[in-house]
Structure formats: structure tokens, C-alpha cells
């Protein structure tokens, strides 16, 4: 008979299951490359070449390490609280609309202003959108899972709508798009001849203020507490009705971030397909991650690797780029699987005669 007892602590565990994750969805992923046709070796050795092999290549991972991290910070944040945040995509482009329009015209200022108010509009945005669903959890008892998912939907219909109409760049020839930010408002790049920019700086930034939050103020521990046990939080005086508002604020101003980076970094203009889905990609960051803000930049790293890697081995090799996505999903379930380990010792018993 299998029995199940709690583990004191998680020892190597709980440390090494985001790494027994990745090697794991690697070897996994070689069984689809070998249907495929290609050889596993080379196809590996492509994919790290095209990560590591140059500046360029390196550079990418980073550039599209940035937004993921702040959507994995997003959902670490929420989920802390277990208040679950499906909502990142949308929150991300409330971010980056409110970037555009502040940031095409609406103020005129040198960089030194214009930059952080883009931020911040952005940050606001974005928490304004996570306060909805918090919210009706809160007073309704609605579950954030199916509003803010939902709302993912009707955000990104209305950005849509935005670029047909107020937000349409009149020199965009008819494509749906709108005006460019400022070169006022523009994050600088941080190295010359590549995507990279100052977003990245933001999204660290962000990684290293959340775990000092988190980790030692009391804004932090009420978090934790809420998440553990609301009925106890309760009963000890903190108020948990408000710490889900707060901690949706938090997490939505973080996707937001994520959205102000992607227009005021990278594209320099708002249009429909801005993400390739980061919000929901941010979510298995921050589960990798194992909910550590540390955590998160790390997964984020191996994440974007795996795609810009996925890339790379695509156009060399001709293998589907949905092998980055195969490799994501299934270092998520292995870290899932790791994780119950981590948490119970599995014993084997015989079945006392009756």
C-alpha cells in the first residue's frame, strides 16, 4: 500500500526541482525531435548555439527575459495571496496603451520626466485592471479565475477598438497601429546594434524590490499570511479584504510594467499581437519559480532561452518552433511533480492481513 507523510523540510528538493524540471522536459522533448526527423544531438547543439553563440543571440534572450519576468513576478505576487491572477495578458496591454497615450503627445517634457510618468501610468493601469476581478472576489465571492481570464479577452477587443479609432496612427497607412512614443519617452537601449533596452534594468529592478517586500516588511508577511490561511489572518486582525485589493494592485502594476516596456522599449507603437502571450507565459514562470521572486528571473532566463533556442533550431533545421512551447509545458508539469515530491515522502507498505 502506497502512504504519503509530509516531509519536515524539503532539503535538495525543493531547490533542485526547477533544474531535475528543465532537464527533464529536455530529454522529454528530444522523443518529438526524433519523429521529426532531426538528430537529437545537433539539434541541441543548434539550439544552445543559437543562445549563446554570439552577443546578438544572447542579447535576445535577455530582451524577451524582460517582460517575463515582470509577468512572473505578477502571478508570484498574486498567487502568494492565492489570489489567483489569469489576468497578466490583459493587464499588460492596459499597461502599454496607457504608455501611448501619454507618451505620443499628450505632455511634452525632456526624458527625465517623461520616462517615469510613462512608467508609472503604465503601473497604474495595469494594477487598475487586476482591482475588477479582486474586487468582485471580495464582495461577491466571484472567482478571479474565470473574471480575469475573461477580462483578458475584453481588454484586448477594446485595444483593438482603440487602434481602429482614437489611438489610430493617421500615418500608419491603414494597418492597425498607433502613433510612435517619443523619443522622450522611449526607454534607452542598452547595448547599440541590438533590441536590447532599459527594460530589462526595470524588470531586475522590480525582481529585487519584491523580494525585499515579501521577505521582510509587514506588507510582505500579511501577504504570506492571507495566502497560508485567510481565516486565521482574519482572526489575527489583518484585514483580508484589503490585503486582496493591495496584492492585485501590486500584481497588475507589475503586467503593466511588462507593457510599457514592450512599446516604450522595444516596438515603439501599440498594436493587437504586441505579446505573443508573456501574461500567460508568466504564469509558468512564476511556478518554476516556486513563487520566489529570485526564482523568477531565473526561469525567466531558461524560458526565454528555450524560445529564442526553439527559434534558432527552427530556421537551421526546419523543426516546428512549438518545440519551445512542448519544453515549457512540460518543465511546468515536471516542476509540479517535483514539487509533490518535495512536499511527501512516498513509502511502500504491505497491506496488514485482515
Avoid: C
Avoid at 527575459?65 to 499588460?92: C, D, K, Y
Avoid at 533596452?197 to 521582510?216: C, K, N, R, Y
Avoid at 510582505?220 to 499570511?225: E, I, L, M, S, T
Amino acid at each position: 500500500m502506497i502512504q504519503l507523510t509530509p516531509r519536515e523540510e524539503a532539503g535538495w528538493l525543493a531547490v533542485g526541482a526547477p533544474v531535475i524540471a528543465g532537464l527533464v522536459a529536455l530529454a522529454l522533448a528530444a522523443i518529438p525531435l526524433a519523429l521529426a526527423g532531426a538528430p537529437i544531438l545537433a539539434a541541441y547543439a543548434q539550439m544552445a548555439n543559437s543562445v549563446f553563440g554570439s552577443t546578438f543571440a544572447m542579447t535576445e534572450v535577455l530582451t524577451r527575459a524582460a517582460p517575463l519576468i515582470l509577468t512572473g513576478l505578477a502571478a508570484a505576487v498574486a498567487f502568494r495571496a492565492r489570489l489567483w491572477n489569469i489576468g497578466g495578458e490583459g493587464q499588460l496591454y492596459l499597461g502599454a496603451m496607457a504608455a501611448v497615450w501619454v507618451g505620443t503627445g499628450m505632455i511634452q517634457a525632456p526624458p527625465i520626466v517623461m520616462i517615469p510618468l510613462v512608467l508609472v501610468v503604465g503601473a497604474l493601469a495595469g494594477g487598475v485592471g487586476m482591482l475588477g476581478p479582486a474586487y468582485l472576489k471580495t464582495r461577491f465571492g466571484a472567482d478571479e479565475v474565470v473574471t480575469s481570464l475573461l477580462l483578458n479577452f475584453i481588454i484586448l477587443i477594446f485595444v483593438q477598438m482603440m487602434l481602429e479609432g482614437p489611438l489610430k496612427d493617421p500615418m500608419g497607412l491603414g494597418w492597425p497601429q498607433s502613433e510612435p512614443i517619443l523619443d522622450e519617452a522611449a526607454l534607452p537601449k542598452l547595448m547599440e546594434r541590438t533590441r536590447l533596452h532599459a527594460g530589462l534594468l526595470i524588470a531586475l529592478a522590480a525582481a529585487a524590490i519584491t523580494f525585499v517586500i515579501m521577505s521582510f516588511t509587514i506588507w510582505g508577511v500579511r501577504v504570506r499570511a492571507v495566502g497560508e490561511n485567510p481565516a486565521a489572518a482574519r482572526h489575527a486582525g489583518i484585514r483580508v479584504s484589503r490585503a486582496y485589493l493591495g496584492v492585485a494592485m501590486a500584481s497588475g502594476a507589475l503586467a503593466g510594467l511588462a507593457g510599457v516596456g514592450e512599446v516604450a522599449g522595444l516596438k515603439g507603437y501599440l498594436t493587437a499581437d504586441l505579446s505573443p502571450g508573456y501574461g500567460y507565459t508568466g504564469i509558468v514562470v512564476a511556478m518554476l519559480a516556486g513563487l520566489s521572486p529570485v526564482g523568477v528571473v531565473v526561469a525567466a532566463l531558461f524560458v526565454a532561452g528555450v524560445f529564442v533556442g526553439a527559434d534558432g533550431m527552427s530556421r537551421a533545421m526546419g523543426v516546428s518552433s512549438f518545440l519551445a512551447d512542448l519544453v515549457v509545458s512540460v518543465s511546468l508539469i515536471a516542476v509540479l511533480v517535483a514539487g509533490f515530491f518535495a512536499r511527501f515522502r512516498v513509502t511502500w507498505s504491505k497491506r496488514a492481513a485482515s
